[in-house]
């Protein structure tokens, strides 16, 4: 190659290595776009948890379509009749719009304009009134994978989206027994894995990293299922569960089903979180025979109570 290569060594310091080399000179050749990326589209992302859309718009933009993101179904109504540039592509989270069904009836007026393909984002246990599911277009269930989405998209250009009643949706129809769990957790390795073996049994995962943070999700939220490390910082998980049923105990709520999990597998251990105010008891590393035992105990709340 016509180049050298330099070595310099200082006892007690360290090596340098250094070389040239010389290259021939080549024809740049752009690499061949996906099929999303060469039919970029105009999409409207209306979400009002700022986290998630922006997660959203950077995903869509690094396919190349042109964003925006909006909040309620009245900015993407403003959007969609003053824009020049017609959209083709709307993309809504279902439970963080408080006037989604606004939205969605929004979408057949635009006048001469043609209606945008809506995509829904849905929570695993919010079921919607039947006109609501006919009118959602197509409905991905949350938590949505990079590639499902850019499936959803590749179908939207091509036309097809609403013609094909989709795998997500069929999975909806299943989830009569779906629970909201709270998954309080502190390891992000356990965290990951549990949640994943929770939403391939078809329910929702919310986490909090600690036993503070479960107790406030838990005065804001319903859950059918609070599963409780024991062992966290700030507050354990014993000490949360005391705080949960004396709060309980205070107001006259309904109990709240609460699980510990431990890896301290010890003689006594089942006794003694029973006795601490737990519903039940698994130990680490959870098993999915232990939780499918666990949630099939567990009556489902969420649905007839929503969160707040």
């Not at 431990?262 to 029973?274: I, K, S, Y």
Request: glycine residues 6%; contains cysteine.
């Amino acid at each position: 190659m016509h180049g050298h290569i330099t070595l310099e060594s200082e006892k007690g310091i360290g090596t340098t290595v250094s070389f040239l080399a010389r290259f021939g000179r080549v024809l740049t050749v752009a690499a061949e776009a996906s099929p999303v990326e060469k039919d970029c589209m105009h999409v409207l992302v209306v979400d009002s948890h700022s986290k998630h859309a922006g997660v959203i718009r950077r995903l869509l933009e690094h396919w190349g379509h042109r964003t925006q993101l909006v909040e309620t179904s009245k900015q993407a109504f403003s959007y969609l009749t003053a824009c020049s540039d017609p959209v083709q592509v709307v993309i809504a989270n279902e439970s963080s719009v408080p006037d989604y069904p606004a939205l969605v009836t929004s979408l057949s007026k635009l006048g001469n304009r043609v209606a945008p393909r809506l995509i829904t984002l849905r929570d695993a246990v919010a079921r919607g009134s039947s006109q609501n599911r006919e009118l959602s277009g197509h409905i991905m269930i949350r938590p949505v994978k990079h590639n499902d989405l850019k499936e959803a998209l590749l179908r939207s250009n091509q036309g097809a989206i609403t013609a094909t009643k989709t795998s997500s949706e069929d999975s909806l129809d299943s989830l009569d027994g779906s629970l909201r769990i709270l998954l309080a957790e502190d390891n992000a390795v356990n965290q990951l894995v549990a949640s994943r073996m929770l939403q391939k049994l078809g329910h929702t995962v919310e986490v909090a990293d600690n036993g503070l943070i479960a107790t406030e999700m838990l005065q804001k939220a319903s859950f059918d299922l609070v599963l409780m490390d024991v062992q966290m910082p700030v507050m354990d998980g014993l000490e949360a569960v005391a705080l949960i049923r004396t709060r309980e105990r205070a107001s006259g709520s309904e109990h709240q089903m609460i699980v510990a999990m431990t890896a301290h597998a010890l003689h006594g251990d089942r006794e003694r979180m029973l006795e601490a105010g737990m519903d039940d008891y698994i130990s680490k590393p959870i098993s999915q025979a232990e939780i499918k035992r666990v949630l099939a105990s567990v009556p489902c709340r969420s649905l007839a109570v929503p969160a707040a």
